[in-house]
């Protein structure tokens, strides 16, 4: 048994993302009972559903635009949960307090003004119906309904023994609901119902609303009230007890006893916790009139326990409670993240990654925070050091690879890879897609060559060949040297960025036996012909095989340069508006048949 | 309920068509000279300068002139601004006209469960907390508007000559009015009085509480709420009132100068049962805080360091209930940092730290907290299996591990 909540309960939250959240709390606690979940949301996004983890399965949520659309479809809801920020809560209260079957609405909103709540009271009333909060914390009745995210997390669900039945429990502050809900399973037999009324100084629901309904509710033995200064609901709450002879005891504390020695007008507590404006609803007072009403007073919180332990074990004497049946709990599932935590499963891993690890609160390159590479002064070549070959390259290493990124950045607009990139711009089609169709371009005729001239490079020098023994090898085995030849350049009019680069490379003292190999094999193809110069792949391979750079890595250092230049013509393009551009026809040489009959299809 | 300054108040309720008497807020004593040129009360009237600041006991304080001249005035002024009282400097001054009158009156209207209150005496001025039971009262049920008559009965209750009945029962509703359209939790006028002039009721001085969550439906608020404990805010509780304007959840602050005991917990409801348990046990308070509602661990960590710069404290209770959603192992975080830093800085030197939670994730919070204990702080941590306020009794008397 229960009061205003229980296994029929059937919920509408209205509400975005905090609605969602209280959703998933109330589905555990609908596991950890072993009883249905049937909860339905209207956050903004109506028609779509929110998926909630309930055990081991996920149950799809409907959304709706508003509480009528959801009573429509599920007429068997009688209970809102309000979720909705401060200025709109009057009116969605208003919404759920207007549906024929909701007869319970329950508002975890704080910041709502006092008249609004005061409003929405009387027309609860109006209506028959229960408004319980602002500011509430929910309404939890053990073992048959959870409203809200009262109970907190599931590991006390079970410590508080909510699965089961007890003790009946009002608050005004959601935390200390919580607090008292774990004092009755440790000193009693849990609770029945636990309701948060919300610390506002005019909520909804008062005490003595409850107080009556927990009278009628024969398995509440016991209501456990939790007060504070301000207000006159605990003087109320202590008329109705002490009327007439009530079947419930009640055990009450109050707080704000503080207030005797702090400043006169100092706010603390709840927006509901202030004196009156002539020393009525303070702490003394209200303790007094409680106590004289016949309820179980303690003087502090601390006195709560032994207070309950008592009236416990008064119920146990007098059997009461012979006969309940003992209900396990049952236990969350557990993700697959926390049974591998906890050694309990071994899952095989699918990819594996030994240069970066993002596990962490940042990514690690090879092991170093990315931010404190950036705090240290290092640069992008130290970054593809670490990523590329799992080390970091010395200063020249790193002037060296910045030097070939330059070079390689950009050959203007003509060359494959930039005109497929700018092709792509002018048809309209994204960066990442025109970039790519560039990126396409980059094979054994342009760009590509770096990792097979270095392959070839470090297969001569490792065989310590001759330049004569590595050509002739070639020339019978392999094909034209990769790295060797230019279509414009020649002895003549030498690449200058290559010039550039080999100076440098060798004024720097690193060993270069590749790049030595490489300048030999030039001085003989140039004998035979003046274009089969060493071009910029097979020195940048050279070099970067001196550097011990993986073979498989080479083809890297240009896609990566060239990149940027590519990014540039995308963005060039889309900067100066450029439109849809076609072959012009005389540009194309068309050799095709003349136009003739088509022949009759052959049956 | 938040309180409105006198200046912001009377503007309040002079736009409901009650007349106020003449006033200028002034931040120099020079400004004195060019609305003096366009006001002329304030060449021919007498007048009153006082502190416009949330202080108590302004009076005593010699923060209130009254019965001055323009250049009486402006040497008032003159000597207030800037001057530092009980830690706090008076930035501005309210400069208004004296109204002479006869009788003073006693007009409010309290904000109750099921509407409105109003109350009413002819027997006002400082005489009315001595004759509180001749203050007459008036229910006005939420949504309605108060009856004339009603008014009128409630005024001839009040010992009003017949004359001015429908005089004040017309000013009650317009405070009412006031009061309703203006989400008021209570307003209270004291005196009000007739100007000897002309018999005009004016709102002589005025209390103004409104309702500081309403303010999203009153874009004509353009003024800040001032403290309610008798002194204007201080820059730390300013800080934490500015983070709390800002974030998720709440962290709220408030110094109480020469307590021992600092508190540092968590949620509305625990922080006022753990105040009670220090006074209890007999230590004093230095200061209330409270964090609720899961707040950034930034925004706890800032509240830790206010807690911790505290004068003279002897120890710190971090205490709290179990938690329906505030995350400990976070929020705990923030406490961790603030403490850190604290020690940093020299801080918390014979200063013992006491710890109690419960709620989501508290085994890691409460680990977290406890490796504190191998970094030379005194902290004691328990867990939700001591009592809520049992760590107070430590604290304070002893007897804890």
Redesign the interface.
Known sequence: MSIITNKETRVVIQGGPAGV?AAK?MAEFCHLSQIPFNVFVFPPSAGKTNEIAFGSTLVSVPIFKSVAAATEVFPEINTSLIYIA??RAFAGTMEALDAPNIKLVSMIT??????DA??L??EAEKRNKVFNGPSS?GVISAGESRLG?????YD?LM?CKLHRQGFGVI??????S??IM??CSQFADGITTAIGIG?D??PGSDFVTYLEKFEDDLQTKVVVM?G??G?DLEEKAATWFGEKKRRIQLIA?V????QE???????????G??EG??GEGS?RNKAEALKAAGAIVP????GL?PAIKAAYEEILASGALEGKEELAPRHLPRTIEETIKDGDVFAEPLIKSSICDDRGEEPLYNGYPASELIDKGYQIPHVIGLLWDKRLVTPVEAEIIKRIVILSADHGPCVSGALVTIIGACAGISMAQAVAAGMIMIGPRFGGAVTGAGKWFSYGVKNKMSVDDFLTHMKKNVGPVPGIGHRVKSLRNPDKRVKSLIAYVKSTGIPTPHLDFALAIEEKTTAKKDTLILNVDGTMAAILVDLRFPVDALNGFFILSRTIGMIGHWIDQKREGSRLIRLFKYLANYTSHKKRAVPPLDS | ?AKVLEGPGMRLLSKWGMAVPNYVVITEAAQIDNLSEANPWLRECKLVVKAHEALGGRMKLGLVKVGLDLDGARAAAKEMIGKAVAEVTISQVIISEMVEHDEEYYLAV??T???AEILLTSMGGIEVEAN?EKVKKLAVP??ADPDMQALTDLAKDAGFDEALLPRVASFANKLFKCYDQE?G??LEINPLVRRSSNGELTALDAVTMV?G??R??HPDWNFNFAS????PYSDNEKVIMDIDSKVKGSV?F?E?PGGDTALLP????????Y??????MGG??AN?A?Y??DPPDWAVEALTEKVCALKGIKRIIVG??????TNVKKTFSGIIKGFRKAKADGKLEDVSIWVRR????EKEGLAAMKVLEGEGFDIHVYD?YT????IV?YAIVGGGK
């Open positions: 959240s709390r401060p200025n704080e910041g709502v003004p006092e008249k005061k409003q009271r009387i914390i995210v009262i109970g907190g997390s006390n410590l608050t005004k502050s959601g935390g200390l919580n607090e774990w004092i610390g100084t005019y939790v504070e200064m207000g504390v707080s704000g006893y503080c020695q702090l400043p006169k007008g100092m706010k603390f507590g709840h927006a916790a202030k404006l002539h702490a003087d502090t919180f601390g326990g | 309920m309290t904000s469960r099921d509407g509180w939420l949504g989400d939790s209570y309702d969550d309403a999203f439906r309610e404990f008798g002194r709220k408030i109480i968590a949620g509305g409801g625990a922080s006022v049962y105040s009670d348990a220090v006074l209890a004093t308070l209330y409270e609720s509602g709290g209930a179990i938690a329906n959603f419960g709620g989501p994730f939700r009592p809520l306020t049992d009794d």
